[in-house]
Nanobody, 122 residues
């Protein structure tokens, strides 16, 4: 069983930067992939980025790679998602998830946090 908890959501103005953190009990297991997903109202959950702690990050769209940075913080044992220059379309619930392999598909991740909400106003 992997436990995950997200921190750092809230309200922001367009152009601000946000940093979301995912505390995961799987952090020391380098075979477990941790990913960040976003779910906008009325839409399906979509992957933003994923990483094996200690390994390279993977971004699933070119647009995400530009403003989104996923990283593993060894001092805090968290997987963080930095969002630069946020836009209203970044609004939604952000979830971190853990599973045996990095994938774009939510169904490939066995464990999920409760999510943290991000609201960006223009």
């Amino acid at each position: 069983q992997v436990r995950l908890r997200e921190f750092g959501g809230g309200s922001a103005q367009a152009g601000d930067s946000l940093r979301l953190s995912c505390e995961t009990s799987s952090y020391s297991d380098s075979s477990i992939c941790v990913a960040w997903f976003r779910q906008a109202p009325g839409l399906e959950r979509e992957v933003v980025a994923s990483i094996y702690p200690g390994g390279p990050a993977e971004y699933f769209s070119e647009s995400n790679e530009g403003r989104f940075t996923i990283s593993a913080d060894n001092s805090k044992k968290t997987v963080d998602l930095q969002i630069l220059s946020v836009k209203p379309e970044d609004s939604g619930s952000y979830f971190c998830a853990a599973g045996p392999g990095c994938s774009w598909s939510p169904s490939d991740f066995d464990f999920w946090g409760q999510g943290t909400r991000v609201t960006v106003s223009s």
